[in-house]
Nanobody, 117 residues
Framework: QVQLVESGGGLVQAGGSLRLSCAASGSFFSIAAMGWYRQAPGKQRDLVAT???????NYVNSVWGRFTISRDNTKNTVYLQMNSLKPEDTAVYYCNGNYGPARGVYWGQGTQVTVSS
């Protein structure tokens, strides 16, 4: 069983930065595909960024050039560095871990990010 625990959310002014962290328990983190999703009030949960086991990354267009996803397999942790934040980035951010069909997919509890204008 895997547990994902996010941290680093908070309130920031537009143009500011935050770094989210997601710490994973258990084994096999290094082979998991990790991702960050976000859900604004009244909206569906949407993909923000992913990082594969080989370190390759993917971003939704709206965060390209502002957000950076990274991972530290020695710490079982994935990060989301968020720069030039905008009010429309306000949402609950969720960490996702895909450990493959045999081991399953897991979600964190979410961390609130609020960007004031």
């Amino acid at each position: 069983q895997v547990q994902l625990v996010e941290s680093g959310g908070g309130l920031v002014q537009a143009g500011g930065s935050l770094r989210l962290s997601c710490a994973a328990s258990g084994s096999f983190f290094s082979i998991a595909a990790m991702g960050w999703y976000r859900q604004a009030p009244g909206k569906q949960r949407d993909l923000v960024a992913t990082i594969a086991s080989d370190g390759s990354t993917n971003y939704v267009n709206s965060v390209w050039g502002r957000f950076t996803i990274s991972r530290d397999n020695t710490k079982n942790t994935v990060y989301l560095q968020m720069n030039s934040l905008k009010p429309e980035d306000t949402a609950v951010y969720y960490c996702n871990g895909n450990y493959g069909p045999a081991r399953g997919v897991y979600w964190g509890q979410g961390t609130q990010v609020t960007v004031s204008s």
